[in-house]
């Protein structure tokens, strides 16, 4: 029914696989479980692996089909919507090539959870998916006003930090006398200004090569974005609307991506407490 992946590294970008992990014939198939990998590299999700306790406790069920899905995993808004329109079509694929409709399962960990209700978009895998479990999502919802909020406190904190380096510099010279500061002084200042200049470049690239994609020139950027590009950003981030019994949201304490989460949601209520 599905063409077998043997590898699970991440695949290159704007590539996805799904592999099949019981090769049941489309006639046999009575359930369809798909497991999604969340952020990272596919094959540091053993979860998602036939050999797995989950995946072996599935299998066992009568006519069960089990899929896993593979993605960049990366931790990228594109790469997410990219693998939510790739599971769109394979779920497709897989639903329109079974003999009779039965129900579907989909478990995804992280921003799997993301990419999965990205995928149900779609009306027509919506009335057919049974049931979505995400394990720690961290859903991802924005307005225009909450971008505006965020686009100001994200100017506020980077010319705050101008300011502090140049109240800290002028105070320091003040300290020792600013009458008698010799040129070599003012050098190791403007050196020191380059030096961080440098250190805020480098730090931009790692986050960039990360997929965040963060810098404060291309925020103070987007703040004049407006009409119809801004409003197709934030289009990006809806999500369906699911049913209570159709969608599960569990977070698990031990978890690596809840501590995560828990701290995004404490400096979010933080921010819009001020």
Known sequence: MVTAAESTESPEPGTCVMEDLTGLKSDQVKQLF??????????????TDKKS?????????????????????????EDRIQAGHALQS??????????????????????????????LRDKWLRQRVTRVACLATPFLHLTRDQLK?????????????LLFVLGG??????????????????GAV??????????????????????LSWSPAEYLRAR??????????????????????????????????AGALVTAQFLSWAAWAT
């Open 169 to 186: 510099t002028f105070l320091l010279a003040k300290l020792i006398d600013i009458a008698e500061i010799s040129g070599s002084f003012w």
């Open 53 to 77: 306790g989950l995946a072996q406790k599935f299998a066992e069920r009568n006519g069960a089909s089990l899929q896993r899905f593979i993605w960049s995993g990366r931790n990228s808004h």
């Open 90 to 119: 394979e779920l497709r694929r897989l639903l329109t090539s079974l003999r009779r409709e039965v129900p579907v399962y989909i478990v995804a960990h992280s921003h799997a959870g993301n990419v999965a209700l990205y995928a």
């Open 190 to 211: 403007a050196a020191f200004v380059l030096g961080l200049l440098g250190l805020l470049w480098f730090l931009r690239r790692k986050l960039e090569d990360a997929g």
């Open 224 to 257: 004049r974005v407006k009409g119809a590009a801004l409003d197709a950003k934030l289009q990006s981030l809806e999500l369906p609307e699911l049913s209570l019994e159709q969608l599960i949201a569990l977070r698990a304490a031990s978890d690596e991506a």
């Open 149 to 161: 909020f965020s686009l100001l406190m994200l100017s506020t904190i980077t010319v705050g930090m």
């Open 34 to 47: 798909i497991l999604i990998h969340g952020t990272g590299k596919p094959e540091n999700a053993q979860w």
